[in-house]
């Protein structure tokens, strides 16, 4: 039986895994872009280090340095990470990383992809700036209170032009009146 042994051990001793996977997380917080290349095992066993590193980043104390630290073994690492990538995703409450698949590797046919901190991909904010610019509740119940609502808006709009344009016409007729009486 194979109860209680859920992780991926990439083919490695602890010792090594471990190793691997601490430059792989320092590699991550130091790199410009917030991005690395690898294959989709890392990558899944990557997630399962970083995610609890970055929710002990939120809260800046010696105790949480000094855990993170004791993973990372990177000074300049844990730097960028309390002090730039913190602040940067203080507001989310979780799924710090994304990880997308880009195909197999040509030699060995290994499937690859790369794996990012989500809150430093501008091209998927704009997207998602984009697409939540609609309703965001998709029941029924929001969509019939809304329909009245915005009924109610359009017929106040429509008034509102219709009196700004009466009171306008009136007074050219009276100026057009008036005009030929003052000469």
């Known amino acids: 039986m194979r109860h209680n042994k859920k992780f991926n051990h990439l083919g490695r001793k ?8 601490s430059n792989m997380c320092s590699s991550l917080f130091l790199s410009p872009n917030k991005r690395i290349f690898t294959t989709v095992a890392k990558a899944k066993a990557l997630k399962k280090v970083v995610e609890p590193m ?3 980043a939120k809260e800046d104390t010696t105790h949480s340095r000094r855990l993170v630290f004791q993973d990372l073994q990177n000074k300049f690492a844990v730097t960028e990470l309390f002090q730039n990538i913190s602040q940067k995703i203080a507001d989310r409450p979780g799924g710090y990383t ?3 698949k880009t195909g197999n590797r040509l030699g ?3 499937a690859m992809c790369f794996i990012e901190l989500v809150d430093y991909n501008e091209n998927m904010l ?3 700036k984009a697409a939540s610019k609609g309703r965001t509740r998709r029941s029924k119940k929001a969509a019939d209170a809304a329909e009245p609502v915005a009924k109610e808006t359009a017929k106040k709009a429509k008034a509102e032009k219709a009196e700004e344009v009466a009171p306008e016409a009136p007074a050219t ?3 057009a009146d008036e005009t030929p ?3």
């Open 54 to 56: 970055i929710t002990k």
């Open 173 to 175: 007729e009276a100026a």
């Open 14 to 21: 602890s010792a090594h895994r471990n190793a691997m996977l």
């Open 108 to 110: 060995d046919n290994a």
């Open 98 to 100: 994304r990880i997308i």
């Open 126 to 128: 704009k997207e998602k």
């Open 181 to 183: 009486k003052a000469e």
